[in-house]
């Protein structure tokens, strides 16, 4: 379970973030959906401490986040961004085992979860583990992003417009496989969106910002039927 509890960044006079308190139950999803500038991203680097609040605390299955290592967060959070941020210079096995080479995994454990994880997201490891980013479609390159981000098995997953750059179609198929693999592992997942539709199809919980604040939380059909 994540807990936020009254969390706030500001940069000068811009509240990005301001006072939201927000509770992600173990094993959901939870789509954070509001327009650009809401503060949706800043409010999923608050999370994983890539940036620091002004005020406020987060917490991670009972423990403060400020109490746990970076190395430990790394691993215990899973991140995602629009365009993957592989390493262009790594091979896709490479950055699969970003995070279990940080750890000091024996390269047998690493290299089975890379082909593990690949097979799960329908990318044959054989073929596609030694190719380098560029020589990935787009589609694949976002689900090698996801393969990087689950290596370690994360407590949670946090996903910032992890679809954006697909096209219609492709966007269905990521978004199949998410509910499919979030499903089969069980993993909490934070997906932030500023697509309504995505939101309501994939969240168990929907999270609306605007202007900073949390704005309405509760399930698509509660979000649907809100005045
Ligand atoms: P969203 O993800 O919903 O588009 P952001 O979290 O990126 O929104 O931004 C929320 C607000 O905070 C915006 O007004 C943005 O300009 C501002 N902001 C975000 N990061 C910074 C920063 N590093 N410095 C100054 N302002 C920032
Ligand atoms: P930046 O260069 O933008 O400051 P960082 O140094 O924070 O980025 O991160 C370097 C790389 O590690 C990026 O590609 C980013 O996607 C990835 N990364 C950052 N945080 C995490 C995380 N919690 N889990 C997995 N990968 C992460």
Same mark, same amino acid.
């Given at each position: 379970?994540?807990?936020?509890?009254?969390?706030?960044?500001?940069?000068?006079?811009?509240?990005?973030?301001?006072?939201?308190?927000?509770?992600?139950?173990?094993?959901?999803?939870?789509? /954070?959906?509001?327009?650009?500038?809401?503060?949706?991203?800043?409010?999923?680097? /608050?999370?994983?401490?890539?940036?620091?609040?002004?005020?406020?605390?987060?917490?991670?299955?009972?423990?403060?986040?400020?109490?746990?290592?970076?190395?430990?967060?790394?691993?215990?959070?899973?991140?995602?961004?629009?365009?993957?941020?592989?390493?262009?210079?790594?091979?896709?096995?490479?950055?699969? &085992?970003?995070?279990?080479?940080?750890?000091?995994?024996?390269?047998?454990?690493?290299?089975?979860?890379?082909?593990?994880?690949?097979?799960?997201?329908?990318?044959? @490891?054989?073929?596609?583990?030694?190719? $380098?980013?560029?020589?990935?479609?787009?589609?694949?390159?976002?689900?090698?992003?996801? &393969?990087?981000?689950?290596?370690?098995?994360?407590? /949670?997953? /946090?996903?910032?417009?992890? $679809?954006?750059?697909?096209? @219609?179609?492709?966007?269905?198929?990521?978004?199949?496989?998410?509910?499919?693999?979030? &499903?089969?592992?069980?993993?909490?997942?934070?997906?932030?969106?500023?697509?309504?539709?995505?939101?309501?199809?994939?969240?168990?919980?929907?999270?609306?910002?605007? &202007?900073?604040?949390?704005?309405?939380?509760?399930?698509?059909?509660?979000?649907?039927?809100?005045?």
């Amino acid at each position: 379970m994540i807990e936020i509890r009254n969390l706030s960044k500001h940069y000068g006079p811009t509240r990005a973030v301001d006072d939201v308190s927000l509770v992600v139950e173990e094993g959901t999803i939870t789509a /954070l959906v509001g327009t650009s500038g809401s503060g949706k991203s800043t409010l999923l680097r /608050l999370v994983n401490r890539l940036i620091e609040p002004t005020s406020g605390q987060v917490a991670i299955n009972g423990t403060d986040t400020r109490q746990v290592p970076t190395a430990d967060l790394r691993r215990r959070i899973g991140y995602v961004i629009q365009n993957h941020g592989l390493f262009p210079h790594w091979t896709v096995a490479r950055n699969v &085992a970003t995070v279990p080479r940080l750890l000091g995994w024996p390269k047998a454990k690493t290299e089975a979860r890379v082909a593990e994880l690949l097979s799960l997201l329908s990318l044959d @490891p054989d073929t596609i583990g030694p190719r $380098f980013p560029h020589q990935l479609s787009g589609g694949q390159a976002q689900r090698v992003g996801v &393969a990087r981000a689950l290596a370690a098995r994360p407590e /949670l997953l /946090l996903m910032d417009e992890p $679809f954006g750059a697909l096209d @219609p179609v492709l966007r269905g198929k990521a978004q199949a496989d998410l509910r499919q693999i979030q &499903a089969a592992l069980g993993t909490t997942v934070i997906l932030v969106t500023h697509d309504m539709s995505e939101a309501i199809g994939l969240g168990h919980r929907i999270a609306v910002m605007r &202007a900073g604040r949390l704005e309405q939380h509760g399930t698509p059909a509660e979000i649907l039927s809100a005045p």
